[in-house]
């Protein structure tokens, strides 16, 4: 499955199509490392566990951006690759562990810094295949 950058003015507008929630979760995580770095600078040197929680699959989805931007930028760790695990019980859940290693801006190709995802155009859709469309503020 894939993600895309559509068209928006001033921030980075992204739809991710995938076959399930997962896998869509995946690829958004990636885009948000492929909107800061490039993925594929990155080395699998470490790992890292990730954990996020939201009261529906919107709030969800913001906390999990916002979760990957904050290694990214605050704690200072590229990700290569996401392996996650999602439930569902009072809340959604995630639980993914990361690869990548410490950030080297040079090394990583440095592209822009991400403010912060943001509910404004976010859309969550499960039909046939899952859509997620979301703002990241640049």
């Known amino acids: 499955m894939s ?23 995946t690829l958004a995580g990636q885009s948000v490392v492929d909107t800061t770095f490039d993925r594929s600078t990155i080395e699998e040197k470490e790992q890292k566990t990730l954990s996020v929680s939201g009261k529906d699959l919107r709030y969800l989805l913001l906390n999990w951006l916002e979760e990957i931007n904050f290694y990214l930028i605050t704690k200072g760790f590229a990700i290569r690759r996401f392996e996650l695990d999602m439930k569902k019980n009072d809340e959604y859940q995630i639980t993914a562990n990361v690869f990548g290693e410490p950030v080297d801006l040079d090394k990583h190709n440095f592209k822009v810094e991400i403010k912060s995802p943001t509910f404004h155009l976010m859309d969550i859709k499960q039909e046939e295949k899952v859509t997620l469309r979301f703002l990241l503020d640049l």
């Not at 993600?3 to 979760?25: Q, R």
């Open 3 to 25: 993600y895309k950058f559509l068209e928006h003015t001033t921030d980075a507008f992204i739809e991710v199509t995938a076959s399930n929630l997962k896998e869509a979760f």
